[in-house]
């Protein structure tokens, strides 16, 4: 039981990765504080994993309402040990069509929010010598057309994952980012089949990841295996950001009807 008497908040816990991780630490033998926006869905969650979960409704785009979740998460559980910072949104304008109320509420959830549970964590953290694992994107190591408020975002977000790395290390807290590909969660289901079949086709491995595959390094980071790693951004996306972009010659090729060693 890798995560006995181990104390966890995860945010975003309702749905794909978080749920996904709240299963893994459940499972390895860890209390959950599941907090997310939707009631529905954290009771199912509840209903599905017992007592070992407690369950909290948040909406992370308050700031006010960052710091008090954290703390309810500790007195419930008794301290904590993993702060999971894994909600997130995304949002689809390039800056001149990009109404600033929008903006504003991705950065609110996506980076502000972080930094707030962050800090309000890092007392208890310390004490405990435990760690930190956000959700970045692959987004945030490089620009993807539209994708400005959340490029921002998860670029700042893996500027702070360093930062508190570097900061608190000395404290014995490590703190790490895990920056997910194309994965098959209710945040990527809305899509048409020939957007899937387009993002599916830039992965190396061609598939989109499972949720539950993207929850794995992040459990992996939180535990006491990764002892030594901290401050570091894992790209878990089948190969994208190993590939320049340039297209595959001899597949280009087949499809224009010319012969491979043209
Ligand atoms: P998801 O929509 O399935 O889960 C996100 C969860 O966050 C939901 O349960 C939602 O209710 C919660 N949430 C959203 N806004 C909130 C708010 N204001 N307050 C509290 N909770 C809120 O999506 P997912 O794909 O599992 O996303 C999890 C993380 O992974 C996000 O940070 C996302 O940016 C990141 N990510 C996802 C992908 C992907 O392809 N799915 C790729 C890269 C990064």
Not at 33 to 46: P, V, W
Not at 61 to 70: G, L, N, Q, Y
Not at 229 to 258: E, K, S, Y
Request: proline share 5%; charged share 20%; with cysteine.
């Amino acid at each position: 039981m890798e995560f006995a008497g181990k104390l966890a908040l995860v945010t975003g816990a309702a749905s794909g990765i978080g749920l996904a991780v709240t299963r893994l630490l459940v499972r390895g033998g860890a209390r959950v504080m599941a907090a997310d926006l939707e009631a529905g869905k954290l009771a199912t969650l509840a209903a599905e994993l017992g007592p070992a979960v407690q369950t909290c409704v948040v909406d992370l785009a308050d700031p006010a309402a960052v710091e008090p979740v954290v703390h309810a998460a500790i007195a419930a559980l008794g301290g904590l040990d993993i702060l999971i910072n894994n909600a997130g949104i995304g949002s689809l304008a390039r800056a001149t069509e990009l109404d600033p109320a929008e903006w504003r509420k991705v950065m609110a959830i996506d980076l502000d929010a972080v930094f707030l549970a962050s800090r309000a964590a890092l007392p208890t953290l310390i004490e405990r010598r435990g760690a930190i694992v956000c959700t970045a994107s692959i987004s945030g190591m490089a620009g993807d057309y539209r994708f400005t408020a959340y490029n921002a975002a998860k670029a700042g977000l893996i500027g702070l994952v360093r930062n508190l790395a570097v900061d608190y290390a000395a404290d014995g807290v490590r703190v790490n980012a895990v920056s997910p590909g194309y994965t098959r969660t209710p945040l990527t289901a809305p899509s048409r089949p020939e957007v899937k079949a387009a993002f599916i086709d830039a992965v190396p491995m061609r598939r989109a990841a499972e949720p539950e595959e993207i929850a794995e390094v992040i459990a992996f980071l939180a535990s006491d295996r990764a002892s030594y790693l901290t401050g570091q951004n894992i790209a878990v996306d089948g190969g994208m950001t190993a590939h320049t972009g340039q297209p595959d010659v001899f597949a280009l090729r087949a499809r224009l009807g010319a012969s491979a060693s043209s």
